[in-house]
């Protein structure tokens, strides 16, 4: 495991989030900006989903806080944080997030997971703002969160995807993102990035779902390759069946109708089969997905 003093990088994001100006009069200011940006930034990486537990966690780190500013007043409540927070350019703080981490962690992510979710307690009611949904892409080995885009409803995170790419140096790295994002367009937005794309296959495809869960009920041994995976956690044991196969053209040269877009640079299609085991009660799992890079079953398996 790579080992790295917290200083340095923490240093570099105070420069990178100065950037965003603070318009205030300084002298009426209790809580500048700088803070409350550094406040939230290290709160939400030691793992604060929403601003009352941000806040728990600058009081019982104060000390550390201050070890890189002053915070003279201590910390300000969950709902001050929100007002704040609420009046500042996403875009620009998420610019600012994104190049710290491109100058601190310069290597380019060889995994990269896409998600959406909404982000608790981000809505004022007073002022009729909905709760933020964020998209997120998230480094998966080395457990970093690369950039985020916000967006107004969820149904808008298929739009949010390409801009966070565009936004993001994956080349080279395995995207993969749930079934929300199995389309030829954000497939094709994944390739323009130079990477590659691991896709979710749900219902929301359900001709080609359903293709591929009926291939590997009957797919010949010689056009597959498996492997297993033994998992356990919260007294939960999971054992998972990974099967890959390359044999796709059956699948490229198909279309659910004349003219539907074609996914782009298709060449692995794939499952993984979950048994769960909770004491004394079994379940099982089948999930497909799809990917335009040449996948081994070990492969697969580490990116799911």
């Known amino acids: 495991m790579e080992v790295w003093s917290t200083k340095p990088q923490l240093r570099v994001l105070l420069d990178h989030l100065a950037t965003i100006k603070d318009t205030r009069q300084s002298w009426k200011v209790a809580y500048p900006r700088r803070e409350v940006l550094f406040l939230v930034v290290c709160g939400t990486i030691a793992g604060g989903d929403d601003y009352d537990a941000i806040v728990d966690w600058g009081e019982a780190h104060l000390a550390f806080l201050r070890g890189f500013l002053e915070f003279h007043y201590g910390i300000p409540c969950a709902d001050w944080l929100r007002t704040v927070m609420n009046r500042i350019d996403p875009q620009l703080f998420a610019a600012c997030f994104s190049s710290w981490v491109a100058e601190c962690w310069p290597d380019r992510p060889d995994l990269v997971a896409i998600d959406g979710k909404t982000s608790r307690r981000s809505h004022d009611r007073k002022n009729g703002q909905k709760p933020r949904h964020l998209v997120s892409a998230f480094a998966s080995r080395s457990r970093l ?3 985020q885009e916000a967006v107004e409803e969820k149904s808008n995170e298929i739009r949010a995807i390409p801009a966070l790419l565009e936004r993001l140096d994956v080349a080279g790295a395995l995207v993969s993102i749930d079934a929300m994002g199995c389309n030829p367009n954000i497939a094709q937005s994944i390739l323009d990035a130079k990477a590659d794309y691991r896709l979710a296959v749900k219902d929301n495809q359900p001709t080609l779902h359903a293709d591929v869960k009926s291939y590997f009920d009957t797919a010949p041994a010689a056009e597959i390759e498996r492997c297993e995976t033994l998992g356990k956690d919260h007294g939960r044991l999971e054992l998972r069946a990974h099967t890959v196969s390359k044999v796709v053209d ?3 040269s198909g279309r659910s ?11 692995t299609i794939a499952m993984v089969e979950s048994r769960i085991e909770r004491g004394d009660k079994i379940e099982t799992e089948r999930r497909s997905s799809i990917s335009s890079r040449a996948l081994s079953a070990q492969a697969f398996a580490d990116a799911v």
């Open 250 to 252: 059956w699948i490229a």
């Open 257 to 267: 109708y004349p003219g539907a877009p074609r996914l782009p640079k298709l060449t």
């Open 145 to 147: 969160l690369l950039g």
